[in-house]
């Protein structure tokens, strides 16, 4: 039943996931905040991460006598692709936020709706990663709880900066707030990154942390 649950939950991260890079992408070619566009790369890399957890927890929970060395190779060879895609996207934002010269950001609207929706549906998936996780320890359950409790801190920053964009528009401390929240998702990105690859730890730690 928890097998279920998990695979069902992380499904649904997928499916609610999935339209906020289409979007924002779309947004870009009416806004260019580079706030935006670090979170546009941002939900792109995390929707890539979900996706292949979603595919892995199927195939290592298939059935109960999946060979477990197979299981730990698997985690970890995703870990590392998924991780360092998620640093590489961070070093590119930061590129973009400290050299972009292109000062209109034009309409940031969609991208604000998009992180206000963020703050509430990744709580919430947070809150249900943690509850799983807590009935049985797993290691992509816990590392999704760990991923979506540092979304929904991020999608926060971004709405902050997108919205000092949107009520003072081209002042230059919306510029420096802008330019800060591209900085903290880019930080977080390569962050996130760099815990993703070291993976294992969350594996040799899965059965004495309770997040």
């Known amino acids: 039943m928890k097998q279920k649950s998990g695979e069902r939950t992380l499904l649904a991260s997928v499916l609610l996931s999935s339209p906020g890079p289409v979007v924002l992408g779309i947004a870009l070619f009416f806004g260019r905040s580079s706030t935006q566009l670090a979170d546009f790369i941002r939900r792109t890399s995390e929707l890539v991460a979900i996706i292949v957890s979603w595919i892995v927890f199927r195939i290592v929970h298939k059935n109960d006598e999946f060979d477990v060395s197979r299981k730990g190779k698997l985690e970890r060879a995703v870990n590392s692709c998924v991780g360092a895609a998620m ?14 010269s292109d000062t209109e950001t034009g309409n940031v609207i969609p991208g604000l709706v998009i992180a206000l929706l963020g703050v509430i549906t990744n709580t919430w998936f947070w809150l249900r990663y943690k509850k799983l996780n807590n009935e049985k320890s797993d290691a992509i359950l816990l590392a999704q709880s760990r991923l979506y409790r540092a979304k929904s801190l991020v999608d926060t920053c971004v709405v902050i900066a997108l919205a000092c964009v949107t009520v003072f ?9 802008d330019l800060c929240g591209s900085i903290i998702v ?8 760099i815990t993703t690859i070291h993976g294992k730890r969350n594996y040799e730690h899965v059965n004495s942390e309770k997040t």
């Open 169 to 177: 528009p081209g002042t230059p401390a919306a510029g420096y707030v």
């Open 186 to 193: 880019a930080v977080y990105l390569i962050f996130c990154g």
């Open 87 to 100: 640093c590489f996207s961070g070093a590119a934002m930061i590129y973009i936020a400290l050299f972009s």
